[in-house]
């Protein structure tokens, strides 16, 4: 069965410092891989994707994330953190096979950005 | 293009009442997936809809029960309502025809008391 880590539950950064949130999972093949961003009392946004190819993914606004298979984990970045991104974002694993379409995610990380 | 669509946003049931919350995929989705999301926890997933009929689903009990509309729309039904079962239902949209991205609606919190 799959499983999602994201090993910090809140981090604090300051506005235009870059951001990097862990995420680490577990799953015997090629996963696909997704970060969402929730709001408070929101939904789920995607924000990027991996499913094949180029292990460095572009996203939504200034979002990106590197796939490394070496090491489990597919970590989200961004050079410049804006106030407008303090949300929670959850890192997702989806697989094939039997457990087709099933997402299965992480704790997720609260980002706090101060002034 | 109408995103997701949930309803109601809130909802307020006493333990033992049943209750029903509403989906309405992305336009062109034929896919629909229910998550359950408590307080501080990442959502977990309950089951998903295909041509009407339950695809896969996960470790949920069987109060929870769903039904997929020919229109593609979606219920989801919990019988016998624990204290427990209070969260943010949402419900996720996507193409069958590969692993694709789901698309999520804005949920539906539901406070059983």
């Known amino acids: 069965a799959q499983s999602v880590t994201q090993p910090d539950i809140h981090i604090t950064v300051s506005e235009g410092a870059s951001l990097e949130l862990r995420c680490n999972y577990s799953?015997?093949?090629?996963?696909?891989l997704f970060w969402y961003v929730q709001s408070p009392g929101q939904g789920l946004q995607l924000l990027l994707k991996?499913?094949?190819?180029?292990?460095l993914v572009q996203g939504i606004k200034g979002f990106e994330a590197e796939f490394k298979r070496s090491q489990s984990s597919f970590n989200l970045r961004k050079p410049s953190v804006h106030w407008s991104d303090a949300a929670e974002y959850f890192c997702?694993?989806?697989?094939?096979?039997?457990?087709?379409?099933?997402?299965?995610f992480g704790q997720g990380t609260i980002l706090t950005v101060h002034p | 293009d109408a995103g997701v669509t949930q309803s109601p946003t809130h909802l307020i049931k006493t333990r033992g009442q049943q209750v029903t919350l509403r989906c309405s995929p992305k336009?062109?989705?034929?896919?629909v997936s229910w998550y359950q999301q408590a307080l501080g926890q990442g959502p977990q997933f309950i089951f998903q809809?295909?041509?009407?009929?339950?695809?896969q689903r996960g470790n949920f009990p069987d109060r929870f029960s769903g039904h997929q509309f020919p229109n593609y729309s979606s219920e989801l039904n919990v019988n016998a309502l624990l204290l427990g079962d209070s969260a943010l239902y949402l419900c996720?949209?996507?193409?069958?025809?590969?692993?694709?991205?789901?698309?999520f609606g804005p949920g539906t919190r539901l406070t059983v008391t």
């Open positions: 996720a949209s996507s193409l069958a025809g590969g692993f694709t991205e789901q698309y």
């Open positions: 799953y015997g093949a090629t996963p696909y």
């Open positions: 991996y499913f094949s190819g180029d292990t």
């Open positions: 997702a694993v989806g697989a094939g096979g039997t457990s087709y379409g099933k997402l299965t």
């Open positions: 336009s062109g989705h034929d896919t």
């Open positions: 809809y295909y041509e009407e009929e339950e695809r």
